[in-house]
Every structure is written in C-alpha cells, then in structure tokens.
C-alpha cells in the first residue's frame, strides 16, 4: 500500500495512480494537503453553486405571474408589424426591475398577432417561471 500511495497524483480533480509523477509537469504529487485542499475547494464551489441557485429560485418566485404589456405597431386585421421578439419582452421586463437577460425567454415563434401569451423565463432547468405577455396595438 505504501509504494502505491507514492505513485498517487492528482490530475484534473481526481485522483489518478500512475508509474510516474509529473508526467509532462500536468500532474502533481497527492499529499494529504494538497487532497485536502481540493476537497474544501469543491466543498467551497458547491456551496456557492447552492447560493446562486437558491437566488434564482427567489428571482422566478418573485418573477412568477407577472403581466407586461407591449405596445407595437398593427394593420387593421390585428397583425403585428414586425413582431415581438425576446429581447423586447427582455427589455420590459428589466424596465420593471427584474433582472432577465434575452437568453432566458423561452419563446417557442416570435409573437405576430396582438393578444395574451404565456411565456416562460428560464433561470435553470429545473427553475421556470410563468408569465403574461400581452400584445396591444400602439
């Protein structure tokens, strides 16, 4: 077991045994404090892996069930000119005071009659919420 630990590295977080130690300087020696100094830095990185989602998960809370209306040019028929693009509802929705960037309005066409729509922000896979879009004509 001893002879063993003595070709123990590290490399690429994990733990690897291999014939020789700093094979092409990409490995280093695994000593206790060096294993133990990886552990708290993934320790560290989970926690504020945790934090940064349970901010989201308030973000959406709060961001769920809001109503925005967008005000935009329209024929006589109701059909938009142009059309209601992400990036719009994006941008009314930091007017508003959110924090949404355009990447995380899901929408599955661009919007190009008026009327209500539902629409999904998603923050993280498992993290969505649910709001109203409603199209007028300016």
């Not at 059909?79 to 959110?98: C, M, P, R, W």
């Not at 309005?105 to 993290?127: C, N, R, S, T």
């Amino acid at each position: 077991l001893l002879r063993m630990v003595k070709h123990c590295v590290i490399q690429n977080d994990r733990i690897k045994f291999v014939a020789r130690l700093k094979a092409a300087n990409l490995a280093e020696e695994a000593t206790a404090v060096k294993i133990n100094s990886l552990n708290i830095k993934k320790g560290a990185e989970d926690f504020h892996r945790q934090e940064e989602i349970k901010a989201l998960k308030e973000e959406a809370k709060k961001l769920n069930g809001t109503q925005i209306t967008l005000k935009i040019k329209c024929g006589e028929n109701g059909k938009v000119f142009g059309s209601v693009t992400a990036k719009e509802i994006a941008d009314e929705l930091t007017a508003l005071g959110y924090t949404v960037d355009k990447k995380r309005v899901m929408l599955k066409d661009p919007i190009k009659l008026l009327g209500v729509y539902a629409v999904d922000v998603k923050f993280l896979p498992e993290v969505i919420a649910k709001i109203k879009v409603e199209v007028v004509g300016a």
